[in-house]
Nanobody, 123 residues
Framework: QVQLVESGGGSVQSGGSLRLSCVVSEYKYSQYVMGWFRQAPGKEREGVAA???????YYGDSVKGRFTISKDNAKNTLYLQMNDLKPEDTAMYYC?????????????????WGQGTQVTVSS
């Protein structure tokens, strides 16, 4: 069973930055497509960013130019650097993984999920 544990959430003011981390308990981590998703109260879970096995990154329109997804295969860790945060970025952020080649931002495509880490941005 693949386990994902997120960390790094917190409360920041608008314009601030946070870096989320996700440690994956899977020795074949480098073969998984990884993604970050978020869910605000009363809203659907949406794809934020994804990274494929070659390291190519994909972003949702609302975070392009502000967020950066990256991974360290040696540490089995996925990151999400979030800059210029806005109140509308407030949500629970989830790390997800799927054992396939193509990266997507569709939550239904992912098999494994973490418990989430809360990000709150105040104006």
């Amino acid at each position: 069973q693949v386990q994902l544990v997120e960390s790094g959430g917190g409360s920041v003011q608008s314009g601030g930055s946070l870096r989320l981390s996700c440690v994956v308990s899977e020795y074949k981590y480098s073969q998984y497509v990884m993604g970050w998703f978020r869910q605000a109260p009363g809203k659907e879970r949406e794809g934020v960013a994804a990274i494929d096995t070659d390291g190519k990154a994909y972003y949702g329109d609302s975070v392009k130019g502000r967020f950066t997804i990256s991974k360290d295969n040696a540490k089995n860790t996925l990151y999400l650097q979030m800059n210029d945060l806005k109140p509308e970025d407030t949500a629970m952020y989830y790390c997800a993984a799927k054992n396939s080649i193509s990266a997507t931002l569709l939550k239904g495509d992912y098999t494994y999920w973490g418990q989430g880490t809360q990000v709150t941005v105040s104006s």
